[in-house]
């Protein structure tokens, strides 16, 4: 970050002004800040409507406040999301600002019920910024899951991975200002869409096509908003163990905002969705055959020998 | 509305609180209060995120405020609004609490871009409240126009469907309360979701079944939300002029708090959406004719006569 | 139906063409004819895209068929199922012609993710039709369950309801009638958009306020469309024992079409949707402590009484 | 495209089939075939549904065909497009097989409102295969417009630039098969998800992660369908010429293939979307006094520079 951006930052959170809307202390306190992911990608909480007890009070379609006791608030966010009401906790919306790998973003994008204005590179000169695995996390293919990762490298593979990443994006991003016919690094100035009538005297390439030549590990960054429900949801498939950890590092960091923002719904839904487990018919009759001391078996339950695993590492067999 | 009711809303308004999140005083002054529409309507205003300097920034995708001069800003929306760059629009959101009779609920209803929870006639009783429409406003079916209306009733006619629409409406609730098996009329306990686990002691039909006596004029209430984007095309398409009256009402009256909210926005929308014209090409064409000074024609441009009659509307011939 | 919608319906199934497109003869079977729903409704497939072979397609983003032996297919399709792949049931689509009571499309229309042209009672004149429940579906409201329904009333209640509703709804109708100004029941020609250009010599009520004195049990329709994961979580929600029994009975027989459809697609939802259930992190530390031979304990479990019950019933304790 | 590939389509279309749903010759006749776009890139289409009668099918919610005659059918389709009744184009699909660049599919993703199945670059292992502009495509930044392209790159300049980016992908390409540890190119046989649970002995690092060594313009591949609504908004976006070259071909090239899928709709889409101008409030005042044969002044109109120099050339001063 630059002292430009990081005065910015602070002249935001210096601000202060009086309000009649639902407000949450705990996440005024860290609204605005960096919260840093992988080696130069944040997350910052830019804006946010509404808290537990709008959820409550849209589920009531209230002409107040809609909230009882606090602990009947509770209840009733939790029997929302057993039952899968999701229109209440569409009531409240929270929007970041991220900054992430490009190869990050292409996964990201795919939750299509989100908001999103995006750092343009045909605009704009992009940063000499790049992602690059630290050794822990420089593993293997997996050998039992095909998009999945086993062990990690070792030392030696993965230090000749890294100067392959490394080497790699910098020349390209070399090669980037060169076809740009610049060796300017972006100003702030270079920026601005307002600015888009001024004369620009540059006699490269067209930015929207030099950036081409840069790998998917180079960071973007956007504002991204969505509302409670969904943001739920992509928590719960990107902060999943099957996510990449890649794109599963925002996640948590994200899922950590949700338990300062909302409490009652982050309880409900560790409860009920990352922490819960769908059973399929053929499952539930394995259950229910076991709890009735019936011995059981794989063959004849019709599942899979990979499902038959999956299930039986749920119950903790 | 109820004493009760009045109540919340007062105890809503008394609130406040200290944010660092952009603040709107104009909107907060009318926030939670009642803005009467029809005869039983109304819509509230019961949350908002961002401004127009929340558009800017999110097109700049700042680390800070992202603005510079209004008046400059007041040019990048403008600039935005032109050319449909739509995404910078959809980083604020504003939520509304509305009355409104079921058959404007559902017309209302077909703008899928938007979040509501409506209160249940399935859980809880409606209240004996449905609309009929002014004298002034008993309009005859068009004569030219399918779907629109012409001139007003005479006097008479108009009071013999008043009357009509006032005693059907009456002895639909009252047969309605009857098929319930209860003469009570819906408290505020009757509603809470919450409360879903208590013994409810009904000896009639099922609210689910006895609500289908109900005719389209009665009121039901929502609470709505949308991004400032989606908002603008809800009012482009419902503050016309082609729009049914009972829903254009409500698209003015909302049209006023998008003035209150992001005056620039309001300005840039009023300027290329709502006093705009979209022409075809073949409409084009006769323009560049006539500022040739060229005779045109009717029969020549390709155009029917109806969208013959509504282009030279649009020029003013 | 008409003798003239009738044989409209006819010309429909008597063509016939050919295709390189994935086509089920189980659905061609059935297409365009009608499959009666309550008393006067109808679900109708009108057109469909695609196939199962066309999910697994779509998974392997293949140059050509991309299916491999049926076995494999219907694995990959368990298997994406399983672990919420939703995209490549995107990839098909179905469209319907529905006729169904006002409330019964007033919880339909909540699925957003559909497309919807309706009948406009703006435009035309509706039929003089409306929806009855039959004396074993007029049940008193559940003692237990605040939107739910408890025992069938006594048939003397049952009946006295049944004329409630059927009186009310023809004396409605009746003075709909009155109101426009026109003892004429809607022709086939009266609906046209094409036709909005003609003169039409209507004294009476605009069609846009007469509706309103209809009650929510008279017949609409609508085209219907949605691809084949959105169709699916349709079926999970409206086929399942909470819902209300009107929209179960169309969500029933569209089951029943998606079966014909796509067999494949349709075991695995019965297995994974249909016939599966959520545990809670909760719910799976019983079953686990069950299955350890430990007693367990409803206080101790963190449950609600409620939900502890539901548990126990999923289990079949 | 390989040779199993080419057998794989010829043998999609070589099959046939009877069916009694909408179908157009004209497309059918390209049905599966390759449409070549920039150096290794092409559209294909899969499979749609619908058809121009079927847009009038659903505007009428009929029972048959819904029909009229020819030319009262693209009157329809007409008053619908220049009304902006989108929902009845929304009953119409098509599906669409596309190779592209990351960089184009970067932007293409943005829009929303399709389905999207793309090829997964953890799964599996990409082609070596990226795009380089012609020598005539290679354009310099814009002095006006920030976001475009202005002249052709003197021919030296091309080829340095030519040369910089077919160096680096290569090189790209090289380390990441290196850092796979596999000096294999993908087989087809990598592909199959259903294929999931064999064992893979792949000893380098893990694809997700060696995928972000290659550059933007590296070809993905993805299914991609969208409804006739959503495809028009995406053809007015993107065969714009404020488009970028290399998404602007691929929009091109799917116009040529509305023109075949729905003839009538594809001319009311030229007339009132491509064809046609959006004019500002400003921008009509301008133009009535124009036609009044009175003064017309930039200052005066309230329009910036830029947007008077805009409205003039679309007026064709």
Chains 1, 2, 3, 4 share one sequence.
């Not at 602990?71 to 009531?91: C, Q, V």
């Not at 996390?137 to 999945?148: D, F, I």
């Not at 078996?297 to 020998?305: F, I, L, Q, R, V």
Request: proline share 3%; hydrophobic share 45%.
């Amino acid at each position: 970050m630059t002292p430009d951006q990081k005065a910015e930052i602070d002249a935001l959170r210096a601000q202060s002004f009086t309000t009649r809307r639902a407000t949450v202390p705990a996440l005024e306190e860290i609204l605005y800040d960096v919260i840093p992911v992988l080696d130069h990608g944040f997350i910052r909480v830019i804006d946010y409507m509404g808290d537990d007890a709008a959820v409550v009070q849209a589920a009531r379609v209230s002409y107040g406040k809609g909230t009882k006791k606090v602990r009947e608030d509770a209840g009733l966010i939790a029997y929302l999301m057993r039952h899968r009401h999701s229109t209440p906790f569409e009531m409240c919306e929270i929007k970041f600002h991220v900054k992430l790998p490009i190869f990050v973003a292409r996964q990201w994008i795919r939750h299509r019920t989100a908001n999103v204005n995006e750092y343009s590179a045909r605009y704009s000169i992009l940063d000499r910024e790049f992602y690059v695995p630290k050794p822990e996390h420089m593993a293997a293919q997996s050998a039992s899951n095909r998009q999945g990762r086993g062990d990690v490298l070792p030392a030696d593979k993965a230090a000749a991975v890294m100067k392959l990443l490394r080497d790699d994006a910098e020349r390209s991003y070399d090669h980037y200002l060169e076809m740009l016919g610049t060796g300017d690094e972006r100003s702030e100035e270079d920026r601005g869409l307002a600015a888009a009538a001024e004369t620009v005297a540059v006699t490269g390439l067209a930015r929207e096509l030099a950036r081409m030549n840069l790998s998917l590990n180079f960071y973007t960054q956007w504002y991204w908003k969505t509302d409670l429900h969904n943001f739920m949801h992509f928590l719960s498939l990107r902060a999943d163990p099957h996510a990449q950890y890649e794109i599963r590092v925002y996640a948590e960091a994200m899922a950590d905002v949700l338990a300062r923002w909302v409490p009652a719904t982050h309880d409900a839904f560790t409860n009920y969705r990352l922490g819960g487990a769908l059973l399929s018919a053929k499952a539930l009759a394995v259950v229910k055959a076991m709890l009735d001391g019936q011995a059981v078996d794989k063959t004849a339950s019709g599942m899979s020998a990979r499902e038959w695993a999956e299930v039986m590492a749920t119950l903790g067999r």
